[in-house]
Nanobody, 126 residues
Framework: QVHLVESGGGFVQAGDSVRLSCVAA????????PGWFRQAPGKEREFVAV?????????YADSVKGRFTISRDDANNTVVYLQMTNLKPEDTALYYC??????????????????WGQGTQGTVAA
């Protein structure tokens, strides 16, 4: 089973940019779709972005469209990134990396994702 480790979180100011990384140990992302979710204090875990596949474009939550970009390291296919720009205080959350199978292409439901990492905290000050 793949083991995911997130990194890159921290404390930033509104308007700043941050790149999160998710490294897969044990397997590559060649036969799965990695994605990002986040959970703010007192709120449910919510979908952020999931990688595309072949002709399918990446999917993004409406709240992050135009500001966040998900990508992967195609050379080794063991790292997925979440580039976050123009950060807002409401982006403050614990960010998780997870994967879903190719058969779940298009899904943004946390129930369809597994191999959850421990998360990396991102805090955006106003």
């Amino acid at each position: 089973q793949v083991h995911l480790v997130e990194s890159g979180g921290g404390f930033v100011q509104a308007g700043d940019s941050v790149r999160l990384s998710c490294v897969a140990a044990g397997r590559t992302f060649s036969d799965s779709l990695p994605g990002w979710f986040r959970q703010a204090p007192g709120k449910e875990r919510e979908f952020v972005a999931v990688i595309g596949w072949r002709d399918a474009s990446p999917l993004y939550a409406d709240s992050v469209k135009g500001r966040f970009t998900i990508s992967r390291d195609d050379a080794n296919n063991t790292v997925v990134y979440l580039q976050m720009t123009n950060l807002k205080p409401e982006d403050t959350a614990l960010y998780y990396c997870a994967t879903t199978s190719l058969s779940k292409l298009g899904s943004t439901s946390a129930r369809d994702f597994g191999a959850w990492g421990q998360g990396t905290q991102g805090t955006v000050a106003a």
